[in-house]
Each structure stands twice: as structure tokens, then as C-alpha cells.
């Protein structure tokens, strides 16, 4: 397969915390690696090299377009491929990767082969219960049960391309550690993207840059390809299926402050790219939407740089305070819960107190510490005076916080998970923190094919979606480390079903 340079670099900071042009650049070719440097805000070490494929190969006509390169874009093309279809991906930002890059807790899955051999005794059901509690009851639960019995193979198809994810930790909502990640903890995106787009290339699979699908065409009420712009040009390419992934809108704040009004004003965790257009170009050819007003607010929330601070951290053990140096909730609650407590409280921000042993089991936090955003000390007392609230306070909330872990038993608000460590290992950490808009769970209907369907509840023929983009699956509340696994379970799913829509 041609490429575009041998030198375009997709930089490790740009994949796991990108925040990049807006997409309308004229050539993939003229988006230098200075350039990418220049637009990126967050940051970390080391560059992982990886090349797009040169826009003078671009044909008019593939089996299957799938437009956005984020995990549900790459799992459909690969699925496709797999399954002998002939796709091509367009991207209209600079890079590859879309809202995957800043995926950072891991991928949920039940019953899996990494949890039988660390001894975790889990089950599809209790993932399905939880998770439908999370999402208060308003999950599509067709969606929720394929879901959830297609996560453990999910994980083991990763596994044989060589994306391993068997490290095992606990998000809020979970009631077993069923939170996979990277063998070493570090956050999950980056090495998702990375392997995708790994196997992507061995599979000479097309993928475009800068190319920005304005379009989604029909013919005959017969879905017929997309006209993209490309090197400045504007072209129709022709397929008998279209597979949409192009991720939500929560970097589109006049369509958040529409559909959410009380949101105006709160920061985003997501990257430039998501902004609705794959939902807006569904409607436009009569798909349904679903729980457009159901946007999730994280609740640890950098508010300095937009940066989320992963929900990993309370997973290995971190508590929550607040000015006052006092537990105010159950850390390991849903994203919502959390998010409402925070929000309550005089200052409606807290601080995330954690130790060195958390700091050791979860890689992020060295991203953090080189951002600037932890605080450190030698001990409580120390930590507390830097973070302006009572020393006395703080430390007799560790002291109470240790002894529930000691006991297995939290008297104070009841919290059941992620006390298999105490905080005592020095020195310890802060890093302030405050809700910030983070996931889309409402966007366009699909059923458990990933067929878009229509207002009339009819599926649109040869038109699929997965990943934020759809909308129905979370419910009301997404439990963190349901999106990656979103996006490689639908993702697998259009790509195979288009596949088979088009022999």
C-alpha cells in the first residue's frame, strides 16, 4: 500500500490526549509533524510511527466506506476485511484515532480468559444488571445483552492481533474487576489505537487523512457511497455499504448546550473531532435518534487543560475530599452520582488523594505529575498544607480511610470496591478536579446488526453505525469502561454485517 511520507509521525501525545485541527485542512500531506506538535496541548513521551495512505491511490468505488478511524472505525475495517469485503477509511482530522486516543480506564468484559486466570469469578448477567442500573433502567436492552455476551470474545479477538489487555482493575458502578487494560496499567487508548492501526496496515487496508465525508449518498433509497472532500476536492466515491463511526458531539457545544442546556459553561475531555457530523448526516437521510439529551458529565476533571484524570486512579484505591479535608461519597459510584456530589459541595470541585502504590499501578498518573497537575508530599500533614485544607482534617480522614480498608468495611459511605490497598505508602498525591463533559450516550438508532434505522423503525439497507455515535446502549449514565468495549464489540458487528450485506 502507497503512503502519504515516510516520515509522518503519530506522536504518543497525540494519541493519547490529542486536541488537533478541526479537519479542514486542503491535503493530508501538508500536516507536518511540527504542526501536529504545535496544535497539541496535551502531551506525553516517545512517538510511535505510523503512515496514511497517499491520496493519489483514492478510487472511485470500495465494498465498504467507513467513515471515522477511532476503535469502532478500525475494528469495523479490519472485521471486513477479515470477512473478504474491500474497505476504506476517511478521517477528516490530521490523524487516526478520534476519541479512542483518550480512552483511559480499559475495556469492560465478563467472563473473559484473563479473569479465569486471575481467579475473578464474574458473569454476563451481573455485567448486564450493573450495567443496566447504571444507566437507570432507560438501556436498550437488546443492545445491553448483546453487548455484554460479546464482550469476553471481544477481548480475545484484541488478544490475537496482538492488543492484550489483561491487566484488571474496578470502575465505579462494577461490582468485580472486569476493567481491562494493558499488561503494564498504562491507559488504554493509546495502545489500542496504536494495535489497531497496527493491523490495519498489515491488512493494507486504506486509510485517508484530512479526508472530511460531508455526505452520506443514496440512490434508489439504495445507500450508494459518500462524497468526501480530499486535497481540496470534492469527490463521490461509490459502495454498496456505509459503515458510520464517527464518534459523538461532546466537542460540539452549541449541539450540547441545545439538547442540554444546564451544560453551557463546563469544560470538554473530548478532541476537536467530535461533533456530531456523522448523526447530523444519518438524520439527513431519515435516521432515528435516540437519548440525544443524555450527556455525561465526568466527574475528575482537570479544569485547567480539559484533561481527564482516569477513573483507574479510584479503581487502585484513591479517595476523594474536599476543601475541608473530609470524605464527602462513595468514590467507586457511577460517573453521575459522583459528578452530582462534587457539584454540591461550597467549592463544587475536590481533590483526588492517592499514594505512592496507586502512583505505581497506574501509568497515567506520570502523565499527570509532567503536566503539573499533582500535587506531592512526603506525608498527610505536608499534602494538606499544599492543598490549603486542614491538616488535622486530612490526616484523620486517611487514618479512618485505612483502617475501613483494614477492615474491609467503609462505615461512612458504604463504599464495597477498590480497597484491596490502603493509602500509607509515601509520599502521597493530590490533583484537583471537577466535572467536565465527557460522553454522548444518545445518537442514532441501530439494532443488534448495527443497522441504522430509520423514523419509521425500518433499517436504512446497506447503512450501519457503531460506537458514540449510536445511542441507546448506555442508558441514562455510561459505567466507565463500557465506550472501548462499545466500540470493539459494534465496531466487529457493522463490519462483519456489512460485509455480509454486500456478496
Known amino acids: 500500500m502507497k503512503k502519504i511520507f515516510s516520515h509522518v509521525l503519530l506522536l504518543s501525545s497525540v494519541l493519547l490526549f490529542s486536541a488537533c485541527s478541526n479537519g479542514n485542512s486542503a491535503s493530508s500531506s501538508s500536516t507536518t509533524v511540527s504542526e501536529i506538535k ?23 468505488k470500495y465494498d465498504v466506506i467507513i467513515v471515522g478511524s477511532g476503535g469502532a472505525g478500525m475494528s469495523a475495517a479490519i472485521q471486513a476485511k477479515e470477512a473478504g469485503a474491500n474497505p476504506v477509511i476517511f478521517e477528516k482530522m490530521p490523524i487516526a484515532g478520534g476519541n479512542t486516543l483518550k480512552a483511559s480506564a480499559g475495556m469492560n468484559a465478563s467472563q473473559t480468559t484473563f479473569q479465569k486466570e486471575q481467579g475473578i469469578e464474574d458473569s454476563n448477567d451481573l455485567f448486564f444488571e450493573e450495567s443496566l442500573k447504571g444507566g437507570g433502567g432507560t438501556n436498550d436492552q437488546e443492545l445491553l445483552r448483546y453487548f455484554v455476551d460479546h464482550s469476553a470474545d471481544a477481548i480475545d479477538w484484541l488478544d490475537s ?19 481491562h487494560r494493558p499488561t503494564d496499567g498504562s491507559a488504554v487508548g493509546e495502545y489500542l489505537v496504536d494495535g489497531l492501526l497496527r493491523n490495519i496496515h498489515e491488512r493494507e487496508i486504506p ?16 445507500i450508494s457511497g459518500v462524497t468526501v472532500t480530499i486535497e481540496g476536492t470534492e469527490k463521490v466515491i461509490n459502495a454498496d455499504a456505509v459503515i458510520v463511526a464517527t464518534g459523538g458531539f461532546g466537542a460540539n457545544m452549541d449541539l450540547v448546550v441545545e439538547n442540554k442546556p444546564e451544560l453551557k459553561g463546563y469544560v470538554s ?7 456530531g457530523d456523522g448523526i447530523k448526516m444519518i438524520q439527513s437521510l431519515g435516521g432515528q435518534t435516540v437519548d440525544l439529551d443524555q450527556i455525561q458529565i465526568h466527574p475528575t476533571v482537570d479544569q485547567t487543560k480539559s484533561l481527564l484524570i482516569t477513573e483507574a486512579v479510584r479503581g487502585e484505591g484513591a479517595i476523594l475530599v474536599n476543601q475541608a479535608g473530609q470524605r464527602f461519597f462513595n468514590e467507586m459510584e457511577t460517573r453521575d452520582k459522583v459528578s452530582a456530589a462534587i457539584i454540591a459541595l461550597p467549592e463544587q470541585s475536590a481533590y483526588l488523594i492517592f499514594d505512592a502504590g496507586v502512583k505505581e499501578r497506574v501509568k497515567a498518573i506520570d502523565f499527570y505529575e509532567k503536566q503539573g497537575l499533582t500535587v506531592k508530599a512526603d506525608t498527610p500533614e505536608a499534602l494538606a498544607k499544599a ?24 462505615d461512612a459511605f458504604k463504599r464495597e470496591t477498590a480497597m484491596d490497598n490502603d493509602l500509607s505508602q509515601g509520599p502521597f498525591y493530590a490533583i484537583k478536579i471537577a466535572p467536565g463533559i465527557h460522553h454522548t450516550m444518545g445518537g442514532v438508532k441501530i439494532n443488534t446488526n448495527a443497522q441504522v434505522i430509520n423514523t419509521e423503525n425500518v433499517v436504512i439497507p446497506g ?3 457503531a460506537g458514540e455515535v449510536t445511542g441507546g446502549l448506555h442508558g441514562n449514565n455510561r459505567i466507565g469502561g463500557n465506550a472501548v468495549a462499545d466500540i470493539i464489540i459494534f465496531g466487529r458487528q457493522a463490519g462483519e454485517q ?6
Open 38 to 60: 504545535e496544535k497539541t496541548t496535551d502531551t506525553t513521551s516517545g512517538a510511535s510511527v505510523q503512515e496514511y495512505t497517499d491520496p493519489t491511490t483514492l478510487k472511485d
Open 161 to 179: 492481533m496482538g492488543i492484550t489487555l489483561d491487566n484488571l482493575t474496578t470502575t465505579g458502578g462494577m461490582s468485580e474487576k472486569r476493567t
Open 207 to 222: 486509510l485517508f487523512v484530512n479526508a472530511d465525508v460531508t455526505k452520506i449518498n443514496q440512490t434508489e433509497d439504495q
Open 269 to 275: 475531555t473530548n478532541q476537536e473531532g467530535s461533533t
Open 387 to 410: 492543598i490549603e485544607t486542614p491538616e488535622e482534617a486530612l490526616k484523620a480522614t486517611l487514618d479512618t480511610w485505612n483502617k475501613a480498608v483494614a477492615n474491609k468495611k467503609d
Open 463 to 465: 447503512l450501519y453505525a
Open 498 to 503: 456489512a460485509a455480509s450485506f454486500i456478496k
